[in-house]
């Protein structure tokens, strides 16, 4: 086991619908690898210490997941879907959303990677500055990309992308930054995917 974090205060990781409670309490966290069936969150019992909200640690996609979310990126890349081109960053996004089991009425047809934000929200989607594993970035130098990791601690996210530099597949740890045109937050239409999550 690998020694992650020391926590000071009390903490409780709540799971899945299977109710799985697990208590911490002014002690050192090792942990491996937590696998849940969708996203899971860390809630502070008490608002003493800097670091505030209900959410904590980094957030991923399990390696099962990431690697098949690869795969269709990679063949939306070279083959285009759902109405993109071969050889887009629209076409590698898509791929990975329709693997990931989202309608594809809710990504089609979005235009480029800087329109992608602007129409999902006149879609009706959930669009924000907050990433989330599953959710896209939207660039506003017309690109978009996945994203596959969330560190809340840091600060940063991390995505993957078909046609930076030309390249099929393409993976890169960011902060936000002005070249964002927003978040669109597809994951919260998918059953699909596991998480993981780590503290």
Known sequence: MKLIKQ???SLTLIGCACGITV????TQVSADQVSWPNTTTVQKQDNSSPMTGNVSGTHL???QALTEAQQAGQQGFYDGIDGYPVGQCTGFV????RQQQIPVNTYSYLGNGDQWAESATQ???LVDFRPAVG??????SMHVAYVTE????TGTFKIMEGNFEGQALHERTLTMNDDIAGIVHF???STAPQFTFIV
């Open 94 to 97: 898509a791929a990975v959303l």
């Open 23 to 26: 208590g911490l309490s002014n």
């Open 187 to 189: 994951e919260k239409l």
């Open 123 to 125: 879609r009706g989607l």
């Open 150 to 153: 969330v560190n809340d601690i």
């Open 61 to 63: 996609l399990s390696s």
């Open 7 to 9: 926590i000071g205060t």
């Open 135 to 140: 959710s896209v970035v939207s660039f506003k």
